[in-house]
């Protein structure tokens, strides 16, 4: 039942994008993929491309996705066409760009979001679709490597929100000169202070896929996709701008250094979030209805002395 929604999502996704493509074929506004020095900067893939060719592509591929979208679940044409599908979307079309929208949201500054943020959103969530759509079923047990992947997901948000915690304390280093400037300035003290804060919360939060408060808080069962859905969103855009940020690894800047590997923690740090999300998933995930069960024990995973 689960998985015919989630076609039915993809397709109605896809439906969309086929009319989004049509729209921008036609001069519409929105355009993501145009010519932008700052695309190329954010290490953007797709970049100068002609609306009406790159629109009307994208309307035809959209419109025979919703078509192999609705096919029975376990057709070979899901996986063949869902797994390319995802990866595009979720690895190419992302860049930088993104996750500095994230930023502006924090730092309460919606109006700063760039239109190809907003789109790059939108494949990003279409690429989780078809990943889903895609993924053969797997037993509801605990993988054995959960709690060290988590464990790491735990750890890396720490390697960016530490020198960002030093940097808002008013001790700026392993930057050039222009940063140094910007991150030193009032409003730059209290961006770094904001994505600190931010990164260690969310490395907090992460260690609950592994413990009793992370599936019990307050006598109450805590709804597994209350964890799954904010944790897979998180690792999406992490992973999808952390690729854009190892592209772009030849233009290291031995000055920029700090900066430099905060930024590169993106993907390892999205990637084991990405895993640690599906081993919680696999863990708590029961045949039936969840709130049948509330009184059925979550599974620890293996060679783990706690069961969360």
């Known amino acids: 039942m689960r998985k015919n929604l989630v076609q039915t999502a993809t397709a109605g996704w896809s439906a969309a994008t086929a009319v989004a493509g049509l729209m921008w074929a036609t001069g519409g506004p929105g355009f993501p993929f ?13 970049t100068g491309l002609d609306p009406l060719p790159t629109g009307l592509a994208l309307a035809v591929l959209a419109a025979l996705g919703a078509v192999v979208a609705v096919l029975p679940a376990g057709r070979p044409p899901l996986r063949f066409v869902g797994w390319p599908a995802a990866a595009v979307l979720l690895l190419v079309i992302p860049d930088g760009r993104l996750l500095l929208a994230v930023g502006e949201l924090l730092m309460l500054r919606a109006d700063r979001v760039e239109t190809a943020a907003v789109a790059q ?8 679709l078809w990943a889903a759509v895609a993924r053969r079923p797997t037993p509801c047990t605990a993988p054995p490597w959960g709690r060290p992947v988590t464990l790491l997901a735990a ?16 001790y700026p280093f392993g930057l050039d000169a222009a940063t140094t400037v910007m991150v030193s300035s009032p409003a730059g003290r209290a961006r770094e202070l904001v994505f600190a804060c931010a990164a260690a919360g969310g490395g907090l939060l992460t260690l609950g896929l592994t413990q009793p408060w992370g599936t019990r ?3 109450m069962r805590v709804p597994r996709l209350l964890a799954v859905v904010p ?57 039936h209805d969840e709130k049948a069960h509330d009184n059925v024990p979550d599974q620890p995973y293996p060679n783990s002395a706690t069961a969360t």
């Not at 959103?121 to 989780?128: L, T, Y």
């Open 34 to 46: 145009g010519d932008s020095d700052r695309a190329t900067r954010m290490g953007a893939v797709l």
């Open 217 to 219: 808080m307050l006598g």
């Open 231 to 287: 944790a897979t969103v998180v690792a999406v855009i992490l992973t999808g701008s952390g690729v854009t940020m190892w592209r772009a690894l030849a233009q290291f800047d031995p000055a920029n250094w700090a900066a430099w590997v905060g930024n590169l923690v993106w993907l390892p740090w999205g990637v084991t979030l990405g895993l640690a999300t599906w081993a919680y998933h696999r863990r708590r995930c029961t045949v």
């Open 121 to 128: 959103a939108w494949f990003a969530a279409g690429g989780a």
């Open 155 to 170: 750890a890396f948000p720490f390697v960016y929100a530490v020198p960002r915690a030093v940097w808002a304390a008013g």
